[in-house]
């Protein structure tokens, strides 16, 4: 092996080793499943205002008349090597499809319209909002004693998501302004390497563990959003399946969206609720209006 050959063989292992393979992977599963798709995406941390990266966002969106509509995915790329992923997950910490709806991260206008659509029974079957049996609660990385990897994930994409909602939001201040757009943003996590699920079995009283490709989490521990955090982990082995999947869900929940974002449109024309009245209540695990129908009901 000359020189030339050796120093780009050193920079490819380099590369591996610090995961930037795995980004590329992840941007083209989506890429390829009619997601736009950007690398090293940067955002104002919502708290510190310091620039920090999303390693994937993937988004599609639809427009409507002058407004839009955007379901981005936040992903966090980790390369977890002889470290797997343990998921803790229980049976008391599932929510209703209707909650993991609503307690969604998304704008305004996003929110109201998630809100409305909480007890659609065809959003509900959307495996984008499903709850599991057993839900995931916390998790750590395996093998790993002081600073603790799969916490500071889940804290940082929460953070890269909400801080990302709310530069969407810095420059629209009215209600006008919030219904030129409306963006839901979806947390994702993808690791190279092996993810577990631990949980205490009902029927022997002892702790199992189980190999996944996919868990998915309703999270209440983030410093940036206080409702529950819905999010999913998925190995780089099973993303092409997880994105073929919600490619066709993402899309038809812009077409359901863009439905219910007319009839927001109304509510704010005729400054009353009149439009909205056929929907019928559900449990969304949280009290009252979304804020923006609060402020047209001032």
């Not at 992903?75 to 049976?91: A, G, S």
């Not at 599932?94 to 704008?107: D, V």
């Not at 409305?116 to 990385?141: M, V, W």
């Amino acid at each position: 092996m000359d020189k030339q050959d050796d120093i780009k063989a050193r920079i490819l292992d380099w590369m591996s080793h610090e995961g930037y393979p795995l980004e590329f992977k992840v941007a083209n599963s989506f890429r390829s499943n009619r997601f736009q798709t950007f690398q090293g995406h940067y955002i104002k941390d919502f708290k510190t205002e310091i620039p920090r990266e999303i390693d994937v966002l993937a988004q599609m969106s639809t427009r409507i008349s002058e407004s839009f509509l955007r379901i981005s995915y936040v992903v966090e790329c980790k390369k977890t090597d002889n470290k797997p992923w343990i998921i803790f997950t229980d049976y008391s910490t599932q929510i209703s499809p209707g909650a993991c709806i609503s307690q969604s991260i998304a704008t305004k206008s996003a929110e109201t319209i998630l809100w409305i659509l909480a007890g659609d029974k065809e959003i509900q079957n959307l495996s984008i909002f499903k709850t599991p049996k057993r839900p995931g609660f916390n998790g750590r990385q395996a093998f790993s004693s002081q600073y603790d990897l799969v916490y500071s994930t889940l804290q940082s994409i929460m953070s890269a998501c909400y801080s990302k909602r709310l530069d969407y939001e810095k420059h629209h201040k009215n209600l006008e302004d919030n219904l030129s757009f409306g963006i839901l943003l979806i947390p994702l996590i993808v690791i190279e390497g092996r993810l577990f699920e631990t949980f205490y079995n009902l029927e022997t009283g002892d702790i199992d563990i189980e190999e996944k490709d996919h868990i998915r989490l309703h999270w209440r521990g983030s410093e940036a959003w206080p409702l529950h955090s819905t999010m999913d982990i998925v190995t780089i082995k099973y993303l092409p399946d997880f994105v073929n999947k919600i490619s066709s869900e993402t899309a038809f929940l812009l077409d359901k969206m863009a439905i219910v974002f007319q009839l927001v449109k109304q509510c704010v024309d005729q400054k009353g609720l009149e439009p909205i009245k056929d929907f019928s209540n559900t449990s969304r695990g949280v009290i009252g209006l979304p804020p923006l129908l609060r402020e047209l009901m001032k």
